[in-house]
């Protein structure tokens, strides 16, 4: 039965009790897992941070990879930012620093709110204007296409009086609702804010922001150590998609969607965590002060050469290659290159993930993998056609998937640059021109880096792009992928 929160409309299932007890029983145990993993955590962190920073902004637009950013983060205090994407990187860091050091006085109020909002904003000097105030101009959010039209996602509310009221009722009810639970309070305080969109810019970022003070604030501590927005990043597509949904039904919507995915999301990340948590204690347990620090660094920089690592650590090159050979020999790390090409991945133990699924469309064309160890693979097994065009028979289908010529091709980058591209694999020869199935399973698996027209790869880890592409500017079709990874 749907009970009322708010202005929303929400079905308490057994499924969305059922995800929060989960999280919640992983929370209980935080306090003894932080007292035990302190010199583990402070990596995580440092790890969580740049994935963070890098995801948000890229949801936006930005181009920084996340090398990009932790390169930029190093050098923050001596750059003059001219760049949009590094200014919103720049804006984004000082702005979760800010939380992460101060969420517990950082009380939620509309005074907070426009602070967190003028430092998100503070190195873009286009943003100089409003940064810090409630939007004075209609921000509707709009979808851009590659042909260069937009079409409107949902309108927003009105600028001035309006959103000044909308954001005091948000708050107000967040301050009177002592009933509803706090993690189901954190989603809703994040999609109304969304709903609203009371800044001119910058709503998606300080949304995300919101998300992990609200959570810190209600006891999740444990959300600073992985990255809320790396998982919002993968899954953008379903976040747009939900959000989009759910407020097409304004005012009075039900919102059970958006608060599945939310908790959804927050339970990968905490398998994640746990995950990784448990892989250190195992290999940690044989290893000393010193080679626990060098296994943690190269965790987050896989690829480091020893020079890299002496430098960073401040421990003597002699005595950082002498531990490396050691932990090479205990198969701890692994080794690729010669002589000043030398560099160093950790050997983790690989988990195979069935039946995963990306999907790619007009607006989200790209996907990409990290393949860390030799022993890494994504492999394409099935593919699903949504098509998004009135049709009366099937063979209009078929036709429709000829005619764009819908393909997709496959890039792989290592530290030396591009390694391989694949040829444009088409849709069109796993499926019939007169007999089409929405949903087809490959005869031959793409398995990469397998496959026969890839290279023999030695330099790891490998970054794999996947790009939808077709003869015409806009797809007739989505398409699903499911896959297999290690």
Same mark, same amino acid.
């Given at each position: 039965m749907a009970s009322k929160i708010f202005t929303f409309s929400l079905d308490l299932t057994m499924k969305l009790m059922t995800d929060i007890s989960k999280i919640d029983r992983f929370d209980a145990s935080w306090a003894q897992i932080e007292k035990r993993e302190g010199q583990t955590l402070k990596q995580l962190k440092a790890i969580a941070t740049v994935r963070s920073v890098g995801a948000s902004t890229r949801i936006e637009g930005s181009k920084m990879t996340d090398a990009e950013v932790e390169v930029l983060l190093e050098k923050l205090k001596?750059?003059?930012?001219?760049?949009?994407?590094?200014?919103?990187?720049?804006?984004?860091?000082?702005?979760?620093d800010t939380i992460a050091e101060a969420y517990k006085d950082i009380?939620?109020?509309e005074g907070n709110l426009k602070n967190l909002h003028k430092i998100l904003m503070s190195y873009s000097e286009?943003?100089?204007?409003?940064?810090?105030?409630?939007?004075?101009?209609?921000?509707?959010?709009?979808?851009?296409?590659?042909?260069?039209?937009?079409?409107?996602?949902?309108?927003?509310?009105?600028?001035? &009086?309006?959103?000044?009221?909308?954001?005091?009722?948000? &708050?107000?009810w967040y301050y009177a609702d002592k009933e509803t639970l706090p993690i189901v309070k954190d989603a809703l305080f994040v999609y109304e804010f969304l709903s609203i969109h009371p800044f001119q810019d910058g709503n998606g970022r300080l949304s995300r922001l919101l998300a992990t003070l609200l959570l810190l604030r209600h006891g999740?501590?444990?959300?600073?150590?992985v990255s809320f927005e790396h998982e919002i990043e993968s899954r953008k597509s379903e976040y747009y998609k939900v &959000?989009?949904?759910?407020?097409?039904?304004?005012?009075?919507?039900?919102?059970?969607?958006?608060?599945?995915?939310?908790?959804?999301?927050? &339970?990968?990340?905490?398998?994640q965590l746990t995950d990784r948590l448990t892989t250190r204690a195992h290999t940690s347990s044989y290893l000393a002060p010193r080679e626990k620090n060098i296994l943690a660094f190269i965790e987050n920089h896989p690829g480091s050469k020893s020079s890299d690592i002496a430098e960073k650590l401040n421990?003597?090159?002699?005595?950082?290659?002498?531990?490396?050979?050691?932990?090479?020999?205990?198969?701890?790390?692994?080794?690729?290159g010669a002589g000043t090409g030398t560099n160093y991945i950790a050997e983790t133990r690989s988990l195979l993930k069935r039946d995963l699924m990306f999907q790619l469309t007009n607006t989200n064309r790209k996907k990409e993998f990290l393949l860390m160890t030799p022993d890494s693979f994504v492999e394409i097994k099935k593919i699903i056609l949504t098509p998004l065009f009135e049709w009366v028979k099937p063979d209009e289908w078929g036709f429709k998937l000829f005619k764009d010529g819908l393909a997709f091709k496959m890039t792989g980058y290592a530290n030396r640059g591009k390694v391989f591209v694949s040829p444009q694999i088409l849709l069109s020869r796993f499926n019939s021109g007169h007999y089409f199935q929405p949903a087809f399973t490959l005869y031959q698996s793409i398995n990469i880096p397998e496959a026969d027209w890839i290279p023999k790869i030695n330099d790891y880890p490998i970054r794999i792009e996947i790009e939808l592409l077709g003869s015409v500017p806009t797809f007739d079709f989505d398409v699903m992928f499911v896959y297999d990874e290690v």
């Open positions: 001596i750059s003059k930012l001219e760049e949009r994407d590094e200014q919103e990187v720049a804006g984004y860091f000082e702005a979760l009380e939620i109020t286009k943003d100089e204007w409003h940064r810090g105030d409630y939007k004075q101009v209609s921000n509707a959010v709009e979808a851009s296409h590659p042909d260069g039209s937009k079409h409107t996602v949902f309108r927003t509310t009105e600028p001035g &009086l309006p959103t000044e009221e909308a954001m005091q009722k948000l &708050l107000a999740y501590s444990w959300i600073q150590y &959000l989009m949904q759910t407020q097409k039904q304004r005012p009075g919507e039900q919102v059970d969607a958006w608060v599945i995915f939310f908790l959804d999301c927050l &339970l990968k990340i905490q398998g421990i003597p090159l002699s005595t950082v290659k002498k531990i490396l050979t050691g932990m090479v020999e205990s198969k701890t790390l692994l080794k690729y």
